[in-house]
């Protein structure tokens, strides 16, 4: 079974540039999340989408954006790039399911911004 | 997915030992708690969970401790071994939220030497 997978894997932009970022889940997997993964930061849930309907929201601003289509696929997109937007972007899925909070992490996408 | 942060707490064990790490989590509304590994080049990896009805829960290897009263979370791993090396990384969140819009703690590495 193969798992989630996130293109392109590594990118380089510079500020004021947008990108879009692509995660196909696990299939079957109905819900995709995405999380940015900074050193100073951490860890931080940017949304979460269920049947092509965003369900949760971080706390990112308005250039931060995403959607699902119909066969689950994800994409982000960050506009107006700034250099604090260089992370790693991580995109899970899960069954959700309400018995296990269980989501399958692909291995993220590096965005530098020069 | 490189894991994180430049001055991540660091656990130094000898193979066969056992290993706890510690979490402090921050909403006292969380109702399901998470651990997660993380691998150097990878994303994050489900490890355990465990519900805030319960205060212990026990996998293979791994055995996951829940104090409401102090807001702590413990991750304990018998016979730790080198493959166990990465950061680990705890989560909270809302059950009512759908499980995805998790809440990770800044994370701890694990240094297994053999």
């Known amino acids: 079974k193969a798992g989630v997978t996130q293109t392109p894997r590594y990118l380089i932009k510079t500020r004021g540039q947008q990108v879009t970022l692509s995660c196909s889940p696990i299939s079957g997997h109905r819900s995709v999340s995405w999380y940015q993964q900074t050193p100073g930061q951490g860890l931080q849930f940017l949304f979460e989408y269920f049947s092509e309907t965003q369900r949760n929201k971080g706390n990112f601003p308005g250039r931060f954006s995403g959607r699902q289509f119909s066969n689950s696929r994800s994409e982000m997109n960050v506009s107006t790039l700034e250099l604090g937007d260089s992370a790693l972007y991580l995109c899970?899925?899960?069954?959700?399911?309400?018995?296990?909070?269980?989501?399958?992490f692909g291995e993220g996408s590096r965005l530098t911004v020069l | 997915g490189e894991s994180v942060g430049l001055h991540l707490p660091t656990l130094s064990v000898q193979e066969g030992d056992n290993s706890i790490i510690n979490c402090a989590y921050s909403?006292?509304?969380?109702?399901?708690f998470i651990w997660y590994k993380q691998e150097s080049g990878k994303g994050p990896q489900f490890i355990i969970d465990?519900?805030?009805?319960?205060d212990k829960r026990q996998g293979q290897r791994v055995t996951v401790l829940l104090n409401k009263t102090v807001k702590h979370l413990s991750l304990q791993i018998a016979a730790t071994q080198p493959g166990d090396s990465a950061v680990y990384f705890c989560a909270e969140t809302l059950m009512n939220t759908g499980f995805q819009k998790l809440v990770f703690g800044t994370g701890t590495r694990l240094l297994v030497s053999p």
């Open positions: 909403n006292s509304a969380s109702d399901y």
């Open positions: 465990i519900r805030s009805n319960m």
């Open positions: 899970a899925s899960s069954l959700a399911t309400k018995n296990t909070g269980e989501l399958f």
